[in-house]
């Protein structure tokens, strides 16, 4: 019965999901403020059905350990992020929405994720260890996989990016299975970072009370299957919204990396109060890569199967805000520890990204 009521969130989602999906003629009757009440509501919805997946997904991470637990948890916000934006390009007509979305994600996850949980955790614990072969690894294949897909593409001719996408295809796919194998294999130190006797006594505690293996499996099944029809039922209600508001198309982009990420922020969160850098760098990181170097062959494989045009050559704009959190994290993520310094440096290009998103531009 206490596991059952942890997991009552998605019951309730769901039950609220349906009730707006029967009242949907009604609610577009009512115009802007209807359909962004109904898309607000079920954003929230998604981010409350996401954080128990999540946290399902971290029991598991604790149970098999690092580096299988972060695949995990990343894997798991990335299979969340595909079948929204999944949803949501089918009922809206655009070429740039996949390359938004990965941006801003980008954009969430590294400036977000890892300048929010340096800055508290740096004001907390002070300077934060971790690997720093991680971060070096990781950013070198985030840097690798961004200009193949979404640098380059620029250069391409539009009459070849059919070509060049089945190209960005088996590049990312045999990019991944290389990391990969290194990730669970010969590398897999880079990943991990060894923590005192006292905190791994304390993770061994905190393990005891965690549901089975197979309840966690369910319910990031039968999660993931929810917030699939929360998104087709809210990509009625955005769409209208912003035409209704005559906003940009953009802010659809930012809305799925959000709900994606915000289960991740939550638990970088956790990570950094309680002196687990290594777990932060893992999961802003892991998920940078994973959104990247999964989402566009997914996703291109998708528009070429359904005659989609897609557009993922980054704008200027985009390419300088990523060349310039890039560089910041090489810098940062070199020495092995964070503190609250370089967190700022973060969550200032972060603000940044969010100024500019409002502005429109």
């Not at 690997?131 to 539009?158: C, H, K, Q, W």
């Not at 197979?214 to 209208?240: D, H, N, P, Q, Y």
Request: proline share 4%.
């Amino acid at each position: 019965m206490t596991m059952l009521r942890r997991e009552i969130a998605l019951p309730v989602a769901f039950l609220i999901g349906l009730a707006l999906f029967l009242f949907e003629h009604r609610l577009l009757a009512l115009g802007l403020v209807g359909s962004f009440a109904a898309s607000a509501a079920l954003v929230a919805l998604i981010v409350a059905v996401s954080v128990r997946v999540a946290r399902h997904a971290e029991y598991l991470a604790h149970k098999v350990g690092d580096p299988y637990g972060t695949m995990i948890l990343t894997l798991t916000a990335v299979l969340v992020e595909v079948v929204v934006l999944a949803i949501v390009m089918s009922s809206e007509s655009a070429p740039t929405l996949v390359r938004d979305t990965i941006y801003s994600a980008v954009m969430i996850d590294i400036n977000g994720i890892i300048g929010l949980a340096a800055l508290v955790g740096g004001l907390r614990h002070g300077e934060q260890p971790y690997n720093d072969d991680s971060g070096r690894t990781y950013s070198v294949m985030i840097l690798t996989a961004m200009s193949i897909s979404m640098i380059i593409p620029e250069f391409v001719p539009r009459d070849n990016w059919h070509v060049y996408s089945i190209f960005t295809i088996c590049a990312m796919v045999t990019l991944y299975a290389l990391f990969l194998r290194m990730q669970v294999g010969p590398h897999s130190s880079f990943f991990r970072y060894s923590y005192s006797f006292a905190k791994q006594e304390g993770d061994g505690q905190a393990a005891k009370n965690h549901p089975p293996i197979a309840v966690s499996v369910a319910t990031i099944g039968i999660g993931v299957a929810v917030i699939g029809f929360l998104a087709e039922v809210m990509s009625v209600f955005l769409s209208a919204g912003i035409t209704a508001a005559g906003a940009s198309l953009a802010l659809v982009a930012v809305v799925v990396a959000a709900i994606s990420a915000a289960p991740e922020v939550l638990t970088a969160l956790r990570a950094a109060l309680r002196d687990r850098m290594q777990a932060v760098i893992n999961i802003a990181l892991g998920a940078s890569l994973s959104t990247v170097i999964l989402t566009v062959p997914v996703m291109e494989a998708l528009a070429i199967a359904r005659g989609q045009p897609l557009i993922m050559a980054m704008t200027p704009l985009q390419t300088v805000m990523v060349a310039v959190t890039l560089v910041v994290a090489a810098i940062n993520l070199n020495d092995g520890e964070t503190n609250a310094i370089e967190g700022m440096t973060h969550f200032v290009l972060f603000a940044t990204f969010v100024t500019l998103t409002l502005l429109g531009v």
